[in-house]
């Protein structure tokens, strides 16, 4: 019994050292103030910043199309391990907080949508499916949509 009760004290004091060392380490990691590298792609400041407007059309079969319009953007289905730092990728299209798809073109078919409001969002993504990030913070754009 006292076996099982050092067992657990020890097991606690690693993972509390473990935790430890990352709190102190965190603000080394990210000493340069800048977005972590695993999420976002920073484009640079010299670099045109790429805009992104979002526009809705209804065909006749009833699905919602979101049409991506973008400047200083290029849409590629070739995707890499890691990007440069080029406004090259696709979006993420998000519906009410889920994602529900990538767009590799400028046009995506959000298909039928049941009667309501809906939040649409979309993000440019690197060709690595970091997030792109430029002079002014993360390039997106939103648009509410409500399908009756």
Not at 15 to 32: E, T
Not at 91 to 114: F, N, W
Not at 125 to 148: S, W
Request: aromatic residues 6%; glycine residues 8%; charged residues 15%.
């Amino acid at each position: 019994m006292n076996r099982c009760r050092f067992h657990k004290i020890w097991t606690i004091a690693i993972v509390a050292g473990l935790l430890g060392s990352l709190a102190i380490a965190a603000p080394a990691y990210n000493a340069s103030h800048s977005a972590p590298r695993t999420v976002f792609l920073t484009l640079p400041d010299t670099a045109p910043q790429p805009d992104l407007s979002l526009r809705l059309t209804q065909d006749q079969s009833g699905h919602w199309i979101l049409w991506i319009e973008t400047t200083h953007f290029q849409f590629t289905d070739i995707c890499a391990a890691v990007a440069q730092a080029a406004p090259i990728g696709h979006a993420h299209i998000i519906i009410d907080g889920r994602k529900v798809g990538s767009a590799y073109g400028p046009v995506y078919d959000l298909g039928a949508l049941q009667a309501g409001p809906h939040q649409i969002s979309v993000t440019l993504r690197g060709q690595d499916h970091r997030a792109l990030i430029g002079k002014d913070g993360l390039i997106m754009a939103e648009v509410t949509l409500i399908a009756t």
